[in-house]
C-alpha cells in the first residue's frame, strides 16, 4: 500500500540558506501534518492542513511558511536557516478528522 | 496548554511485561494514541483510545482513563525489537496531535 511520500530524504544546507521540504500524502488523505524533531527529543507539531486550508499552527517559526496544494501535497519552505534547524521533519497524514495519523520517514535537514 | 508525562527510560528483560504511563492535562481531548519509534526512523501506531477502558492489539496493551488523564501501554512477552522509543500522544480538538517526551525501552537478553 502507498505511505506517506517525503522528499528529499536527506537535506545539508548553509546557514541563512532556504530549503523545501515536501511531502505527499497517501491517496484520499485530506489532512497533512508537519513535524520536527531535535536530537533525542520528541516531534513538536508545527502546522496542519485540512482540504488544502491551514486548519492549525504550532510552534512553527515565522521564519517557516507551509502550504498544501491542488493535490494533497504539502511543501515547508524554510529561510534564513539556522544551526538550530537542523532535525527530522516528518510529515504524517489522516484520512479526515479523529483517525490515527500515517507518518512518512522523514527529512533529515543539516544545516552546517 | 497542555502537559503530557512519561518516564524517560525503562529497561526490561526479553520475556517480561514492561506498563509505560502516560498522564496528561490538557483542554480539548479527543482521543490518545500511542506510537513506536525507532532512532531515526518515523513513528508507526500502535493503539488509539478514545472511550474508557482496555483496548488490547496481540501483544501490546493500552488502557485509558479519561476522568483521571491517565493512560497506560503493556507490552508483554518483550521482544528484543520492541526495544525504541514509545510517544504518547494526545489528540485535541482542531486534530492536532501532541506529544509526550517519549519513553526509551531497552530490552535485555
Known amino acids: 500500500a502507498a505511505g506517506v511520500i517525503q522528499s528529499p530524504r536527506h537535506l545539508i544546507k548553509e546557514k541563512r540558506e532556504t530549503a523545501t521540504l515536501k511531502c505527499y500524502p497517501i491517496?484520499?488523505?485530506?489532512?497533512v501534518y508537519w513535524y520536527q524533531q531535535g536530537p533525542g527529543q520528541d516531534p513538536q507539531f508545527l502546522i496542519s492542513?485540512?482540504?488544502?486550508?491551514?486548519?492549525d499552527k504550532g510552534s512553527i517559526p515565522d521564519r517557516f511558511s507551509a502550504q498544501q496544494f491542488s493535490d494533497y501535497h504539502s511543501e515547508l519552505n524554510m529561510s534564513s536557516l539556522e544551526l538550530g534547524d537542523s532535525a527530522l521533519y516528518f510529515c504524517?497524514?489522516?484520512?479526515?478528522?479523529?483517525?490515527?495519523?500515517?507518518f512518512g520517514q522523514g527529512t533529515r535537514l543539516t544545516v552546517v | 496548554g497542555q502537559n503530557i508525562d512519561q518516564p524517560t527510560e525503562m529497561t526490561a528483560t526479553e520475556g517480561a511485561i514492561v506498563q509505560i504511563n502516560c498522564t496528561y492535562q490538557?483542554?480539548?481531548?479527543?482521543?490518545l494514541f500511542w506510537y513506536q519509534q525507532h532512532a531515526g526512523e518515523a513513528p508507526t501506531f500502535l493503539s488509539y483510545?478514545?472511550?474508557?477502558g482496555l483496548e488490547e492489539k496481540g501483544r501490546f496493551s493500552s488502557f485509558l482513563s479519561r476522568s483521571k488523564g491517565y493512560s497506560y501501554l503493556l507490552l508483554k512477552e518483550l521482544q528484543m525489537k520492541d526495544s525504541a522509543s514509545y510517544l504518547c500522544?494526545?489528540?485535541?480538538?482542531?486534530?492536532?496531535?501532541?506529544f509526550g517526551g517519549g519513553t526509551r525501552v531497552l530490552v535485555k537478553p
Open positions: 504524517a497524514s489522516t484520512p479526515g478528522r479523529n483517525t490515527e495519523a500515517f
Open positions: 491517496p484520499r488523505h485530506d489532512t
Open positions: 490538557t483542554s480539548g481531548f479527543n482521543g
Open positions: 492542513f485540512y482540504e488544502k486550508m491551514q486548519s
Open positions: 500522544a494526545v489528540e485535541r480538538s482542531g486534530n492536532k496531535l501532541t
Open positions: 483510545n478514545v472511550l474508557d
